[in-house]
């Protein structure tokens, strides 16, 4: 049966059927139609268009002209019944949706995907280092530029001058890890992410926290601090990411003096203490002032280089430019050792 509907103009239904029924009643023409007296009378009120099968028969039946009508399909109709439908309940009630709603979907989303085994939702395996230098490092970066939350690590580094550090960050985590790492650029800045619930439990047995490192006052993990080499590495990825190379620059009997420093920011006291302490223990002869520890001097700025290192290329690179104007070559690292031995 055709299912579309006759659109008449409004006002000429009913007049059609007013001429209708003066020539019978509202119970002859809906048996004529095979439908019930109710809907006859629906019909004439214009509750509802007619069927554009019910208007032909009813002209045939009745020898008259069809009126001019516009023929909608009833899925047609009942779209535009849902859109109207919609946007009346919309105006009475406020939208369907509501933050509550949407989030409580969402995980419910979620752990059917879990619990359906979804490759999305499934635990990514990661190699589990042993404590060797490298880890000691990768913590040092975590504990400097690092964030960590439910399922994912994080590490965000500067794009201005940081790119060579950040393609060795990549490269240091994908191989001691043997998870995939997520480059994304934003701003200024550059996230590297892994993703693994595995490993964010994994850095939590061995002594990190998840959410905000100030918040906890974290500090080096104790299999770090009581091994000397593990300490070293530790202290080099921290002052990699939070620390800078700086020219200090002073004025005596109007002569202006140079000498370099480094300088490590960190505003949880229990790590800024394991540092400061680390450099007094072995000579660097540090200083403190506020959430900032300084190495002054230039013999103990080298003998930092030559012990601890750089990977960060950015802050040798500032040192040797440093020294070339100072000396015309970088004698001192060369002498030490410092820069041959990278």
């Known amino acids: 049966m055709n299912g579309n509907r006759a659109i008449l103009k409004q006002g000429k239904q009913r007049a059609f059927i007013k001429k209708l029924l003066q020539r019978s009643n509202r119970q002859e023409l809906a048996r004529l139609v095979g439908y019930s007296t109710r809907t006859a009378t629906d019909w004439l009120y214009e509750k509802v268009h007619l069927p554009e099968i019910v208007l032909k028969k009813w002209c045939t039946h009745f020898k008259l002209a069809i009126p001019p009508y516009q023929a909608i399909s009833r899925l047609q109709q009942i779209k535009k019944a849902a859109k109207k439908g919609g946007q009346k309940s919309s105006a009475l009630y406020g939208s369907p949706g509501t933050p509550q709603g949407r989030s409580k979907g969402g995980r419910t989303t979620i752990k059917m995907l879990r619990k359906s085994e979804h490759p999305a939702f499934t635990r990514k395996h990661f190699h589990e280092p042993k404590r060797d230098e490298q880890l000691a490092e990768c913590f040092g970066i975590i504990l400097g530029d690092g964030g960590i ?83 070293a ?99 001192e690292l060369v002498e030490s050792g410092g820069l041959e031995n990278r």
């Open 149 to 231: 939350s439910n399922y994912q690590v994080t590490i965000t580094l500067g794009t201005q001058n940081d790119l060579p550090y950040v393609t060795f960050v990549e490269k240091l985590f994908s191989t001691i890890f043997k998870i995939k790492v997520a480059k994304k650029k934003h701003n200024n800045a550059i996230n590297l992410t892994l993703s693994s619930a595995s490993l964010v439990e994994f850095l939590e047995k061995k002594g990190l926290k998840r959410g905000s490192k100030v918040a906890h006052q974290i500090d080096i993990p104790w299999w770090i601090k009581k091994n000397h080499k593990l300490l």
């Open 233 to 331: 590495a530790c202290v080099r990825g921290l002052v990699d990411t939070d620390g800078c190379v700086f020219i200090d620059h002073h004025k005596k009997n109007k002569k202006i003096y140079k000498n370099p420093g480094i300088c490590f920011t960190n505003h949880s006291v229990p790590l800024l203490q394991s540092v400061f302490d680390f450099c007094t223990q072995n000579g660097y002869y540090p200083t403190r002032y506020g959430f900032n520890m300084f190495i002054r001097r230039e013999k103990n700025v080298i003998n930092f280089l030559k012990n601890i290192s750089f990977h960060n290329g950015k802050h040798t690179k500032k040192l040797e430019h440093y020294l070339k104007q100072k000396y015309g070559e970088v004698r």
